[in-house]
Nanobody
């Protein structure tokens, strides 16, 4: 059973930066696609970024390209989301999720973390 724990969410001013962490336990992340999603009140869940387990290919939704960077540290079994030039519209709860032996295009994520709040406000 894979367990995911997010951390790093905070209140930050517009233009600021945060780094979210998704720490996994129970199985190496090499076998999972890891996606970052976000969702706010009365909003649909949105896929933000993903990194594939097989070769580390990365993907981003258009609204965060050039600002966010996803990466992984195999030694720590952790995936990170570096968020720069944050905007108020980035405010949401951010979740990481894992899909077993699947590409980032999958709709079937097997495991989810509990979420971490990111608030961008002056």
């Amino acid at each position: 059973q894979l367990q995911l724990v997010e951390s790093g969410g905070a209140l930050v001013q517009p233009g600021g930066s945060l780094r979210l962490s998704c720490a996994a336990s129970g199985f190496p992340l090499d076998y999972y696609a890891i996606g970052w999603f976000r969702q706010g009140p009365q909003k649909e869940r949105e896929g933000v970024s993903c990194i594939e387990g097989s070769d580390g290919s990365t993907y981003y939704t258009d609204s965060v390209k050039g600002r966010f960077t996803i990466s992984r540290d195999k030694s720590k079994n952790t995936v990170y989301l570096q968020m720069n030039s944050l905007k108020p519209e980035d405010t949401d709860v951010y979740y990481c999720a894992a899909a077993w032996r699947a590409p980032c295009s999958t709709r079937n994520y097997d495991y989810w973390g509990q979420g971490t709040q990111v608030t961008v406000s002056s």
